[in-house]
């Protein structure tokens, strides 16, 4: 048959598998180079696939010479034929377009419409937000311009508030009445308090691998709410923090919102009220039963790496890369004070006294530093650990400070004397990222390559436990020592205790 787009017998004829008809092999060949299909089926064809046909050669009449009519119609014909598949062609590309062009307009006014509507909800959020916060005790510190993106957070201006006589005095009232009731406390310990030949009988009870993302693995920070002991808050690498609850095991909050992970968590003791940082630089204060930021403090310009809640649940003491430790109003938001040591070493860890007067920090070049609060004055150093501090626990009883840093070993100090009167030596690569007391001073745990609990005064090993699979970071008592926790890159926290 003849080739259907020329209509002349071909002279080299072949046939397509795809559609059975014959063609002219040089036209079929160009028409594959271009479409890669069979222009009567559709389907694809390659150039290989086509069956040649063995024909006598054809005898063709002599063309007649292109000055006579019929050859110039001819190829007029053959114009023409081209110009309209070509114009059909062009139609169907061109209806094409305009249903891809109507779809992408439908969508784009899609899109504005859903953004007229969330900025329509945010703006009533943030009415809703500033009628609330009179009424919630939370004073909103006066925004600059650039506040706007921490969306509603009362953003923290940098200038110092300082220490206002008020402050001192708040500061100065607490620690009246604590140094007394610790004097009364001291001279007994809690008949409730786990004893240590119980503490050696402690057993795994429980491991929770599910409180932070498996795909950015490890918890970094740990702590106990003080009075609700079976709600438990981790931080960690997942930029999260979590709390949770060890008697029903599930999940309570999920705090979402710092850029980097975190590394420090505090329980607030009274109060349904979490406090977090991290080297984004920044702190947050977080309500729990809404997951929500409740203030963003911005005292610091580098990683925070120390945070410590002052005993009157107003204040926070943090310390960090910048070479600054800070003191930060919890309720307002206002840095009241910020101050250089003077070295010019990165602080690594910060701590505040039980009595909340003084506090501790560790540098970078494995110096303790003792502060006075009220005065922002350095009184005194401790020297003696190698390798930078990791982190600093003052006991309960107010005159035991406990340091680590990477050299392996605690070191135990009297704040009576200011002198180191034990080293505790551990495995010369043991990690050591968390120290901890009870709340009766009786025991001290270390976390790191394993979890240690050390009973204080004879300072003996009482217990290791070493079923984490990787680094601990961090370990607390719960209440009267009934259970510890840990946590660890491993991502899990445990739970030990009296099975």
């Not at 002219?24 to 069956?51: F, N």
């Not at 001073?441 to 436990?465: H, M, P, S």
Request: proline fraction near 5%; charge should be negative.
């Amino acid at each position: 048959g003849p080739f259907s787009v020329s209509n002349e017998v071909p002279e080299h004829p072949v046939v397509s598998p795809s559609s059975g008809a014959i063609f002219e092999k040089r036209m079929i060949e160009k028409y594959i180079q271009e479409h890669g299909k069979d222009p009567i089926s559709g389907e694809e064809l390659t150039v290989d696939k086509l069956i040649e046909i063995k024909t006598p050669p054809i005898v063709k009449p002599k063309p007649p010479s292109a000055t006579s009519i019929p050859a110039t119609l001819k190829l007029l014909q053959d114009e023409w034929d081209a110009v309209m598949l070509y114009s059909f062609t062009q139609r169907q590309q061109l209806q094409t377009a305009r249903q891809e062009l109507s779809h992408a307009l439908y969508q784009h006014d899609a899109a504005c419409r859903v953004i007229a509507r969330l900025n329509k909800e945010v703006t009533a959020a943030r009415e809703a937000l500033a009628t609330l916060k009179p009424q919630a005790g939370i004073t909103t510190v006066p925004q600059p311009a650039v506040a706007a993106e921490a969306g509603g957070i009362a953003n923290q201006p940098t200038e110092q508030a300082g220490m206002t006589d008020e402050v001192i005095q708040n500061l100065q009232d607490k620690a009246t009445v604590l140094t007394q009731e610790r004097k009364k406390r001291g001279r007994t310990v809690p008949e409730e308090l786990t004893t240590h030949e119980q503490l050696r009988l402690f057993k795994t009870l429980a491991s929770h691998p599910g409180l932070h993302s498996a795909s950015v693995p490890g918890i970094l920070a740990l702590d106990v709410h003080n009075s609700d002991t079976s709600k438990i808050l981790t931080g960690g690498n997942d930029r999260n923090a979590t709390v949770f609850n060890k008697d029903t095991e599930q999940v309570v909050a999920i705090l979402k919102g710092h850029s980097k992970k975190v590394t420090k968590v505090i329980y607030h003791p009274d109060e349904d009220l979490v406090i977090t940082a991290s080297p984004d630089s920044t702190i947050r204060v977080w309500n729990v039963p809404t997951s929500q930021t409740t203030l963003l403090l911005r005292a610091h310009e580098g990683p925070v790496t120390g945070l410590s809640l002052h005993p009157t649940g107003d204040y926070v003491l943090s310390t960090s890369e910048d070479q600054h430790w800070a003191f930060s109003d919890i309720r307002s938001g206002r840095l009241l004070t910020k101050v250089a040591d003077q070295t010019n070493i990165p602080l690594t860890t910060a701590q505040l006294h039980p009595d909340g007067l003084i506090f501790g920090t560790g540098t970078a070049d494995s110096q303790v530093k003792i502060w006075d609060l009220k005065e922002q004055i350095n009184v005194a150093n401790f020297t003696g650990h190698s390798g930078a501090i990791t982190t600093i626990s003052f006991s309960e009883n107010g005159y035991y400070l406990a340091t680590a840093a990477d050299d392996a070993c605690v070191k135990l100090w009297d704040l009576r004397k200011l002198k180191n009167f034990k080293t505790l030596q551990l495995d010369e690569d043991y990690q050591i990222r968390d120290l901890c007391f009870d709340q009766s001073g009786t025991y001290l745990a270390v976390a790191g390559t394993d979890i240690r609990v050390y009973l204080c005064k004879q300072w003996q090993e009482l217990k290791v436990f070493n079923d984490h699979t990787a680094t601990a970071t961090g370990v607390r008592f719960g209440k009267h020592a009934r259970f510890i926790a840990s946590t660890s890159m491993d991502r899990t926290l445990k739970l030990y205790g009296l099975e």
